[in-house]
T-cell receptor, first 114, second 115 residues
Framework: DQQVKQNSPSLSVQEGRISILNCDYTNSMFDYFLWYKKYPAEGPTFLISISSIKDKNEDGRFTVFLNKSAKHLSLHIVPSQPGDSAVYFCAASSFSGGYNKLIFGAGTRLAVHP | ETGVTQTPRHLVMGMTNKKSLKCEQHLGHNAMYWYKQSAKKPLELMFVYNFKEQTENNSVPSRFSPECPNSSHLFLHLHTLQPEDSALYLC??????????????FGPGTRLTVT
């Protein structure tokens, strides 16, 4: 039973265009959502997060949108650059069992080509 | 060294071997985590330590045994593993395990192959 789903295993985008990565969740108790980026042979690195009380958070070229009624969030990268090519993981946080637990999606591989 | 380091980066072991994975964080954090990532699957939380106390054992088989001697070091002791345990094992740390949003910092992982 996957509580966080990234239904697109891969995405290909041209350099300079917008990349949109999507994530769906099932648990309405999640209070934070995070995006991580992973390059080969490296661990995931934190990119951007959003609280469940907000619907948008922006950091430079990266914007995360949250639609609580649809239980859906998306990461927009504008403009996309070749260095953005990586696997992107969506994660959701909830306080359970005495600590905050992160539940991850399976990831979407983004390829940005010239 | 900065951030979160893990050794070894690659490990091949037989099903009867005993080995240990090591993780060290240089961030002054108080919570440390072990995750397992199998091919094309989500990261799967295995263990959580908060201020050296184990707060989560996510139904992990006893052939995986964690140890957290202090807030900077975390070990995963392995014995009598199965081929299906082959995966990428990631260590992470965070300021503590209570804060909402709980940004975690990951190490590069140990690629484990069980033969």
């Amino acid at each position: 039973d996957q509580q966080v789903k990234q239904n697109s295993p891969s995405l290909s985008v041209q350099e300079g265009r917008i990349s949109i990565l999507n994530c769906d969740y099932t648990n309405s108790m999640f209070d934070y959502f995070l995006w991580y980026k992973k390059y080969p042979a490296e661990g995931p690195t934190f990119l951007i997060s959003i609280s469940s009380i907000k619907d948008k958070n922006e950091d430079g070229r990266f914007t995360v949108f949250l639609n609580k009624s649809a239980k859906h969030l998306s990461l927009h990268i504008v403009p996309s650059q070749p260095g953005d090519s990586a696997v992107y993981f969506c994660a959701a946080s909830s306080f359970s069992g005495g600590y905050n637990k992160l539940i991850f999606g399976a990831g979407t591989r983004l390829a940005v080509h010239p | 060294e900065t951030g979160v380091t893990q050794t070894p980066r690659h490990l091949v072991m037989g099903m009867t071997n005993k080995k240990s994975l090591k993780c060290e964080q240089h961030l002054g954090h108080n919570a440390m985590y072990w995750y397992k990532q199998s091919a094309k699957k989500p990261l799967e939380l295995m263990f959580v330590y908060n201020f050296k106390e184990q707060t989560e054992n996510n139904s992990v088989p006893s052939r995986f045994s964690p140890e957290c001697p202090n807030s900077s070091h975390l070990f995963l002791h392995l014995h009598t593993l199965q081929p299906e345990d082959s995966a990428l094992y990631l260590c992470a740390s965070s300021q503590d395990a209570w804060a909402g949003g709980n940004e975690q910092y990951f190490g590069p992982g140990t690629r484990l192959t069980v033969t």
